[in-house]
């Protein structure tokens, strides 16, 4: 009984044994997939309409977005000059605007220099200092009424023709002291300036153009430029202009008129009253050299 108990059995794990090699080596699929569940092989004839993603190795719908043509991309292009466009519009409209503002009348412009220093530098100065510094519009120089942009030369010869010596375009003297001292905004705009007093100094008794802000030359060079040369016209930034009258090489004894280019935009749309750190450095040159030099001397202030 126990030998054919065990044959029996030992017949039945025969069979499962034969049946487990069939499925091996008979190549049933069914009991061991070569793939997970939802993907086929390359090789696989997929349903009509699919593509294969080699990223998924999977058959896909195709994308219902179409490439981007020729056209699609001029009209990007054409979206991207028109708001270059329509900004350029808008900043001339603004500086239109602060043209006519400025241009208004002396006590227009000496307004609008003195609120901007009112919000800027206003906090912590006692109504007697107030009143000390306050712009008038006898300190300020409306340049000639302009439809456009502001033309810097039409604006030297009215200033050369209202309140300039007749030596005016002869550089004075004593070295470090020019006529005409023009702040701008930042060094890029003052290498355009000087690009256009170049011509105007050139073949002239004015002297070379004093060039003074950051990214031109360092300090050093500057005072050794302003011990040596005497000079009509300069152009600076407001911070460093006002850190070389601090050592007592740039002079204001010959100063006739100071121009701050009020109407510049810069490419983020701003003017030098609407930038805060240039405003600041305007507004602090204004504090402790320039108002009290225009009261006492006549120095006249000209927005333009």
Known sequence: MASGGFDAGSDDDDDDDDGDDKDVSGGSTSALPSQPPGKRKRSDKPAEGLVFDAASATWIAPSSKKPRSQSAQLTKQQRRQADRKKRSDSYAAKQSEMVRQMYHSP????????????????????????????????????????????????????????????????????????????LSASAKRSVELCKILNPI????????????FGKHKDVKHQQFFLKKESFVYAVGTPAR?????????????????????????????????????????????????LIKHCKSKGTKIVLF
């Open 107 to 182: 006590t227009a412009a000496a307004e609008l220099v003195w609120n901007s220093f009112l919000e800027d530098q206003g906090e912590g100065l006692s109504e007697d200092e107030k009143d000390s510094l306050k712009l008038t519009g006898e300190q300020m120089l409306v340049g000639p009424a302009l439809d456009t942009k502001p033309d810097l030369a039409a604006i030297l010869l009215d200033i050369e023709e209202k309140v300039a010596p007749a030596n005016f375009k002869q550089a004075p003297k004593s070295k470090g002291t020019p006529r005409v001292l023009i």
């Open 201 to 212: 100094c050139k073949g002239s008794k004015a002297g070379k153009c004093g060039k003074f």
């Open 241 to 289: 202009t006002s850190a070389l009258s601090e050592t007592g090489m740039l002079k204001f004894g010959a100063l006739a008129a100071v121009l701050v280019d009020g109407s510049w935009i810069n490419p983020l749309g701003r003017t030098l009253l609407e930038q805060a750190e240039s405003r600041r450095d305007l507004h602090l040159f204004l504090k402790n050299h």
